[in-house]
């Protein structure tokens, strides 16, 4: 049968719209099968509690099981290099955290480069750090320990949780606002920091939010003022940082990325419904009970706030000649 040049046209338009309409299907039936999502530490730390917890809440939204994976090891550039080689549909996410952006800085032969090839998909909890000291130390205030340290140049060491961490980086950049002169101690985690500071081993810290809360409330600890420009709700009474040294702050933040590539049709998918978690009472209760805030925002906006914190602590990272273990 002949067919006439009309028929023939009409079939070729078919033909070329096969490719559109199957790619508008793919981004509607996204994700068509489970989601893997890779926590690049242990079991038990901030990301893979907050990934524990809205897990399943996305997975009764989007209709597919979002599962949990734990790879830790080499200061998250294991599980985020694995995460960077996945392919980029959407199956495969990563649970980021200011670690990752930091460990840029630090190590100078990684496989890949965490802000070119993680694409940011949404936040997810924000936390202040909490400046303390033991109740027996003589400074009551943050006025009163930048004078006391001053007074006391070199004599005064703050504790962390290991080289390069958040309590790292934020005591370094409270000496360099401030011109105090301490000494950093790392500890092999947040933990045994902790106990020397109550000891009197070492005299300040920069405890994460859940640390600090439980010891603060116990009187173990005496909070001289939370890191975030505004005043942390667990803590009404204490004053922020920025109120005595203007400028400062710092915080722990959390989130999702995706390999680079991943369409902005699935990862605006994915930031909605991540957003949508954050709004529940219940994961909000919960983020509370953590110390932690829920972390809204577009991907555009976390693209440029991964950008700032990298600007930011980079010059805190060379001013301090800071480098990885």
Avoid at 294 to 317: C, D, H, N, T, Y
Wanted: glycine share 10%; net charge neutral.
């Amino acid at each position: 049968m002949v067919q006439s040049r009309r028929e023939i046209l009409q079939l070729a338009a078919s033909a070329a719209a096969i490719p559109l309409v199957s790619c508008t299907a793919w981004a509607q039936v996204y994700p068509s099968r489970p989601v893997r999502v890779v926590v690049a530490a242990a079991a038990g730390g901030a990301n893979d509690i907050i990934m524990r917890l809205i897990g399943p809440w996305l997975s009764e939204r989007l209709g597919q099981p979002f599962i949990i994976e734990n790879r830790p090891g080499g200061s998250n550039n294991i599980g985020t290099e694995a995460v960077v080689r996945a392919p980029a549909d959407g199956h495969t996410l990563l649970a980021i955290s200011g670690v990752n952006v930091v460990s840029t800085m630090l190590f100078d032969k990684l496989n890949f480069n965490f802000l070119q090839d993680i694409a940011p998909v949404a936040g997810t909890m924000h936390t202040p750090l909490v400046m303390t000291v033991a109740p027996s130390f003589p400074a009551k205030t943050i006025p009163e320990f930048i004078a006391y340290a001053k007074a006391n140049p070199g004599r005064l060491n703050f504790a962390s949780g290991g080289t390069g961490t958040g309590p790292h980086l934020a005591g370094e950049l409270f000496k360099k606002m401030t011109g105090v002169n301490l000494l950093h101690v790392p500890y092999r985690g947040e933990g045994l920091a902790l106990a020397d500071l109550l000891g009197g081993q070492v005299q300040v810290m920069f405890n994460s939010s859940i640390v600090a809360l439980e010891s603060v409330r116990a009187g173990k600890l005496r909070a001289l003022g939370v890191t975030t420009a505004e005043h942390w709700d667990a803590l009404p009474d204490v004053s922020t940082v920025s109120e005595f040294v203007p400028g400062f702050e710092a915080r722990g933040w959390f989130g999702v990325g995706a390999p680079k590539d991943t369409p902005a049709e699935t990862i605006e998918k994915l930031n909605k419904a991540i957003n949508a978690s954050l709004a529940d009472p219940r994961i909000k209760a919960r983020f509370a009970d953590l110390g932690g805030i829920p972390f809204f925002g577009s991907p555009s906006e976390l693209r440029k706030f991964v950008a700032e914190e990298a600007e930011k602590w980079g010059a805190v990272i060379r001013a301090a000649n800071i480098k990885a273990e």
